[in-house]
T-cell receptor, first 115, second 110 residues
Framework: SQTIHQWPATLVQPVGSPLSLECTVEGTSNPNLYWYRQAAGRGLQLLFYSVGIGQISSEVPQNLSASRPQDRQFILSSKKLLLSDSGFYLC??????????????FGPGTRLTVL | AQSVTQPDIHITVSEGASLELRCNYSYGATPYLFWYVQSPGQGLQLLLKYFSGDTLVQGIKGFEAEFKRSQSSFNLRKPSVHWSDAAEYFCAVGARDMRFGAGTRLTVKP
């Protein structure tokens, strides 16, 4: 069966510090990978998605970036965090199935607090 | 592009009462439709999904949803709510990409 991991579970960082969040998927190959952010009391905002190694699409311009160095690894980074980067970050994966987007499976999330 | 509307931001029901959460979508063809649940501080868990066929879909935890093409709706229902159902519920539409509704927060009164 497939599992998705996110690390770390919680993180408290000062403004201006760098960020690296990691997401790994097990039990599948060549998944689509996604990074979402949830601000407090808000819905899901898609940040990045990737259909393959080195292929990253950005949905929202911001000071965050994403990379996919391996097939099942997706990393979210920032060189300098802003207060507005605080939130709950979710990684998700799914399979490519035709013209419609299939079920996305979510990781447990990372709670980021920027002080 | 598709869009999803969850008209109710917050719903409160008594334990044991029935529940219906509304979801409306906009898309030219029939997309995939999903309901997810999120407990505080956790990721989203898939409750059920509609791809094709029978318009009444059964999911986990006693939930069901009905796809109504004429109304572009995919409402989630449960006949008897339990205190553990208190959570945030998200409807989603899968077409060229996945779009999520803003969510409905469910509070269950004892």
């Amino acid at each position: 069966s497939q599992t998705i991991h996110q690390w770390p579970a919680t993180l408290v960082q000062p403004v201006g510090s760098p960020l690296s969040l990691e997401c790994t998927v097990e039990g599948t190959s060549n998944p689509n990978l996604y990074w979402y952010r949830q601000a407090a009391g808000r819905g899901l905002q898609l940040l990045f998605y990737s259909v393959g190694i080195g292929q990253i699409s950005s949905e929202v311009p911001q000071n965050l970036s994403a990379s996919r160095p391996q097939d099942r690894q997706f990393i979210l980074s920032s060189k300098k965090l802003l207060l507005s980067d605080s939130g709950f970050y979710l990684c998700a994966w799914n399979r490519v199935t035709g013209w419609r987007t299939d079920t996305q499976y979510f990781g447990p999330g990372t709670r980021l607090t920027v002080l | 592009a598709q869009s999803v509307t969850q008209p109710d931001i917050h719903i409160t029901v008594s334990e044991g009462a029935s529940l219906e959460l509304r979801c409306n979508y906009s898309y030219g063809a029939t997309p995939y439709l999903f309901w997810y649940v999120q407990s505080p501080g956790q990721g989203l868990q898939l409750l059920l999904k509609y791809f094709s066929g029978d318009t009444l879909v059964q999911g986990i935890k006693g939930f069901e949803a009905e796809f109504k093409r004429s109304q572009s709706s995919f409402n989630l229902r449960k006949p008897s709510v339990h205190w553990s159902d208190a959570a945030e519920y998200f409807c989603a539409v899968g077409a060229r990409d996945m779009r999520f509704g803003a969510g409905t927060r469910l509070t269950v009164k004892p």
